[in-house]
């Protein structure tokens, strides 16, 4: 059944295609060309072709075809520069301009997920639709406190559609990692599994207003990004109801320099958002096409739609914020160290053969604007080093790419003379220098003290029961070695407990007063009040 069910997804989706002519765009000038005849032999295909636009034609078979194409459609839509004008406006109407379901059916989800009539639930409410997106649509609504608010209403029966699409690409992404050997780096299968449950979280209401809620309480006070509140009352899984922003569109440019905002400082302003993001709070919004920003009349960004957020574990952080500073500075050295350290590329790779290809590839973009740099190019040129050294794709970082590509399409829209890296290079130092600087020592000691202090005095018990089980299992030591052992520890636990217990008591007592001090920048005077801690604890140890 499943089977079939694919089968005539497949179908539909080459009856689609074919309609609108899509696979004319792809094949007519490559050598598979006469694919498209044996097509046109398919009964499903015998129907007539559209005579849209081609831009057209490319929007109407990504809105037919369901939620999956139309994020596709969403991301493409970013990148004018990898895409000619005429596609690429018809893919920005992708972004909130899909086709909406009926109202009626609207209405009826938010009453079924509220367990109230919509005009108990709200003190007005608009059941014509104030955008429809791929997944969802908005409506506008005004509680009984004269709060105005947007109601998301997930669209009925989307689940199985996606579904049965990413069990689709499952199939196609096994058969491509058996078919060609080459694309078993790119680890099709783990990146279609992200996909699939980056959509899938989408689909979860509560899941995204809890996103909202703690992006929210990040840029709390923040001039740089303004997020919505949430009201939690009026949420459930199918329906999320937050305040309502006006504002102005980020890629509706005129009328944003009519406001009087500087679209050089607001291009600026977004980069800074991006990484305060990703390497302060370890959690960003990885679905920033233009319309999910507005601008505010203040000049802050504001933020909506918050199903897909991202995190990276603190080694990936560490190595991006290594690699972007090494890419700065021009240091191909240590970046192809990183990669090799991190296993991103097999460990037996040539690091002078690495450097010398990320050179090839970087030195072209340095001191140019982002208007004169083709990043379509230089990604293709990246993948093909990939290709060359076995660089493997990281599932984990998909969103993070994802995201990367968006910034950068929307810088691209506000100035194109931004130099993204001057922007980025004070952040991403200030950064390593919180994370590996000497500050970076005392607040782990600060965080980390309470539980040495609890565990000090376990730690002789735990070696008395790891020789313990080493001799009965036999690992490797003679039994009256162990036994000697053992007598020793139990003739010294109390000593050792109680000196444990003074260190930490004095290492308790030097550094709460040097806590309470102001931070100050790693000088002498700071080494200095590591060097008590230091001495103070060894010449406790040695009594």
């Known amino acids: 059944m499943k089977l079939l069910k694919q089968l005539s997804r497949i179908i539909k989706i080459n009856r689609v295609l074919t309609h609108y002519q899509i696979d004319r765009m792809v094949l007519s000038n490559s050598r598979y060309a006469w694919l498209i005849f044996v097509n046109q032999l398919l009964p499903w295909n015998w129907r007539s072709k559209s005579k849209a636009s081609r831009g057209e034609r490319i929007r109407f078979a990504l809105e037919e075809l369901g939620p999956i194409f139309i994020k596709l459609g969403q991301a493409l839509s970013t990148r004018k520069d990898l895409l000619p004008q005429d596609i690429s406006v018809e893919l920005t109407k992708l972004q909130d301009d899909c086709p909406p379901f009926d109202e009626a059916h609207s209405k009826q989800i938010i009453e079924q ?52 699409d990413v069990s689709i690409m499952f199939s196609l992404a096994g058969l491509l990692e058996k078919a ?42 923040s001039d740089l990004l303004y997020v919505p509140e949430v009201y939690w009352s009026h949420t459930n ?56 920003i507005f601008v505010l009349p203040d000049g802050r960004y504001a933020a909506i739609d918050f199903g897909i957020m991202g995190t990276l574990t603190p080694e990936d952080q560490r190595y991006l914020a290594e690699n972007f500073l090494a890419f700065f500075n021009r240091d191909y050295l240590r970046v192809s160290e990183l990669h090799i350290e991190s296993e991103w590329v097999p460990r037996d790779t040539r690091v002078n053969e690495l450097e010398s290809a990320i050179r090839a590839v970087c030195e072209p973009i340095w001191d140019r604007p982002l208007k004169e ?32 590509l968006n910034i950068e399409g929307l810088g691209r829209q506000l100035d194109d003379e931004l130099d993204l890296w001057d922007t980025a290079k004070p952040f991403l130092e200030e950064w390593m ?19 040495w202090i609890e565990q000090a005095p376990q730690m002789p018990g735990l070696l008395h ?75 406790i140890a040695k009594k």
Do not use: C
């Open 465 to 539: 029961s790891t020789l313990n089980k080493l001799a009965h299992n036999g690992v490797g030591v003679q039994s009256e070695q162990i036994t000697a052992l053992q007598d020793e520890i139990r003739t010294q636990n109390r000593q050792q407990r109680q000196r444990m217990i003074g260190l930490g008591l004095v290492l308790t007592g030097l550094f709460l007063p040097l806590s309470m001090l102001p931070p100050i920048e790693p000088t002498y005077g700071l080494w200095a009040q590591i060097g008590l801690l230091v001495v103070g604890g060894y010449f």
């Open 180 to 221: 060609v050997k080459e694309t078993r780096r790119l680890h099709p299968v783990e990146v279609v599994s992200e996909f699939e449950k980056t959509i899938l979280d989408e689909l979860d209401m509560m899941r995204e207003a809890a996103n909202a809620t703690q992006l929210r309480r990040n840029f709390e006070d």
């Open 433 to 451: 220098q919180d994370r590996v600087g000497p500050q970076s020592l005392i607040k782990n000691i600060k965080a980390n003290l309470p539980f």
């Open 113 to 164: 997920a509220l367990k109230k009539p919509v005009e108990d639930a709200f003190a007005s409410f608009d059941p014509v639709p104030m955008a429809s997106a791929s997944i969802a649509q908005v409506h506008a609504a005004t509680l009984h406190n004269g709060i105005d608010v947007v109601v998301k209403v997930v669209r009925p029966d989307i689940k199985p559609v996606i579904e049965q």
């Open 237 to 292: 899984d199918n329906v999320m109801t937050m305040e309502r922003i006006y504002g102005t569109r980020i890629s509706e440019t005129e009328k944003l320099i009519e406001q009087g905002i500087d679209l050089t400082d607001l291009s600026a302003k977004g980069v800074t958002i991006f990484f305060t993001q990703v390497f302060k709070h370890n959690f960003f919004h990885a679905d920033m096409h233009p319309g999910n």
């Open 373 to 404: 740099i083709s990043f379509g190019l230089f990604l293709m040129r990246l993948f093909q080093t990939a290709r060359r050294f076995g660089m493997e794709v990281q599932p984990q970082l998909v969103l993070l790419q994802k995201t990367l």
